[in-house]
């Protein structure tokens, strides 16, 4: 079982900051089935980026995803208000596996 | 639009079993993998099963096997999770999650919970 490791637990920042958020395969990913999701208190998870990279229908482009091999990057780029929420990275290939989450707090 | 409705949640005791299922509309169902995740209160996503396009590729998370079963009904545009044995740690909200691209489109999950 592939484990993601996320970091770090909790990013405390303002809003117009620059958020990074790192999550790390426990072995390399030989495809690029990497997806990062945002979920808010009470609501289902909504997919941002797949494909590592492939920013999802409606996404702001202040949304990005980077990496290869183990370690893949969420960053997004100025915070705005609604963006505080909790974050998830997930491989999906037949067998799949969740990050524990990064929970961005203003 | 596309939807997915869980339903079939609710409270069982250990040793017991319940059937979720998930009514989807919107898009062509028989050409999806679809997933079924699970999230325990207060904790993160955790994966449980998947199924392909026409039900002959099953795939579950090892905490599962030998107790859950997943099913689809391509006619009724829904996929099931049979949950037989259930324990303490399943308690959880079950979503229904459309496999492409990740997981694209989710329904808005159904509560399981297992106590006495």
């Known amino acids: 079982e592939i484990v993601l490791t996320q970091s770090p637990g909790t990013l405390s920042l303002s809003p117009g900051e620059r958020a990074t958020l790192s999550c790390r395969a426990s072995q390399s990913l030989s495809s690029i089935y990497l997806a990062w999701y945002q979920q808010k208190p009470g609501q289902a998870p909504r997919l941002l980026i797949y494909?590592?990279?492939s920013r999802a229908t409606g996404i702001p482009d202040r949304f990005s995803g980077s990496g290869s091999g183990t370690d893949f990057t969420l960053t997004i780029s100025r915070l705005e208000p609604e963006d505080f929420a909790v974050y998830f990275c997930?491989?999906?290939?037949?067998?799949?596996?969740f990050g524990q989450g990064t929970k961005v707090e203003i | 639009e596309v939807q997915l409705v869980e339903s079939g949640g609710g409270l069982v005791q250990p040793g017991g079993s319940l059937r979720l299922s998930c009514a989807a509309s919107g898009f062509t169902f028989s050409s999806h993998w679809m997933s079924w995740v699970r999230q325990a209160p207060g904790k993160g996503l955790e994966w449980v099963a998947n199924i392909n396009q026409d039900g002959s590729g099953k795939y579950f998370v090892d905490s599962v096997k030998g107790r859950f079963t997943i099913s689809r009904d391509n006619s009724k545009n829904s996929v099931y999770l049979q949950m037989n044995s259930l324990r303490a740690e399943d308690t959880a909200v079950y979503y229904c999650a459309r496999k492409y691209s990740g997981s694209d489109y989710w329904g808005q999950g159904t509560l399981v919970t297992v106590s006495s």
């Open positions: 997930h491989q999906y290939g037949n067998s799949q596996t």
């Open positions: 494909g590592i990279s």
